[in-house]
């Protein structure tokens, strides 16, 4: 049995198509991830499989249970982390994590082995209210939240969405341990470098799914030849690129433009972009990452 089946899932908001027919399985004990921009549809569909939202159409299972003819088995054994901050900002970091075990007809002192890890890295400041707490240490309050029940699937919708890179770091050794220990892991982000971190990604894009499958697998099927580019006015040069007939694609990563070229070679193109007036012209082959696939699917999509 697969820990999440969907088929078909398809969700409007009036005439907006936020979902467009997606499908997939996510095995048990993996880390899945949908990778993505903003409102490309990751966090209605997080709402639909953790029964917060109804779909318009097709099903959805999560560990054997239906969506809607079983809302209230997946709400017992699965743990959501919604991308917004949504606990008690006036309660204390330790009286959040009470209401939830509560909730689920437990304690912190019964399943404490559960969150330890990351429970005791907020532990020393279990007083402070959770309005007060930085964006790591509410990313922290709120996966301990969503463990504190023992869940078999954890879904997390944009967990490290401004956050620091050292709590995003941090956050993504917890998942690992957390994967080690039997949890089906389903999560959103918006950061293409966070792909690599997952055993399979779906890339996603207005609502439909371009690719799914392991990053290995995905940036070897790049087959397009691409340079990253440099000059002294990048902003001067992302124009020229675009405007050269030899330059398929454009676009800028970071302090460079990556591009996929047809019918040029570098040397023709640092001589065309001289003439554009640009100097100090760095020119280099590289591989593919997981954003220039993205991008490349998106282009053709």
């Known amino acids: 049995m697969k820990a999440i089946t969907v088929q078909d899932i398809k969700r409007n908001y009036g005439k907006v ?61 699965v743990g ?24 689920f007809n437990t304690t912190i002192e019964e399943n404490y082995h559960l969150v330890k890890d990351i429970y005791q890295q907020i532990e020393p400041f279990k ?58 892991i389903l999560v959103s982000t918006p950061y293409m470098d966070e792909a690599n971190l997952c055993d399979r990604i779906a890339l996603i894009q207005d609502g439909a799914f371009m690719k799914i499958d392991t990053p290995e697998n995905i940036v070897a099927a790049y087959d397009q030849e691409l340079w ?16 050269n007939p030899g330059v398929k694609s454009c676009f800028a990563f970071g302090d460079t433009h990556h591009i996929t070229v047809g019918k040029i070679i570098p040397s023709a193109l640092e001589t065309y972009l001289k003439e554009k007036g640009h100097s100090d012209i760095r020119i280099t082959p590289i591989k593919a990452g997981i954003e220039d696939c993205f991008m490349e699917l998106s282009e053709a999509s």
């Open 127 to 184: 007083t402070r209210r959770a309005g007060a707490l930085s964006g790591g240490m509410k990313q922290k309050l709120a996966l301990s939240c969503a463990l504190i029940h023992e869940p078999v699937v954890l879904f997390l919708d944009e967990p490290t969405t401004g956050v620091d890179p050292v709590s995003r770091k941090e956050l993504w050794t917890m998942l690992k341990k957390l994967q080690n220990q039997g949890i089906t």
């Open 80 to 103: 959501y982390m919604p991308g917004r901050f949504s606990l008690y900002q006036d309660l204390s970091v330790e009286e959040n994590l009470k209401v939830f075990a509560s909730i």
């Open 228 to 243: 990253a580019v440099k000059s002294d006015d990048m902003s001067k040069l992302l124009k020229d690129l675009r405007a």
């Open 17 to 77: 198509e936020a979902l467009k027919g997606l499908s997939f399985e996510v095995e048990k004990g993996e880390i899945f991830g949908i990778i993505g921009p903003d409102g490309a549809g990751k966090t209605t569909l997080f709402r639909i499989l953790t029964t917060l939202l109804l779909a318009d159409s097709g099903t959805a299972i999560v560990d054997g249970n239906d969506v809607v003819k079983e809302y209230k088995e997946i709400r017992k054994k």
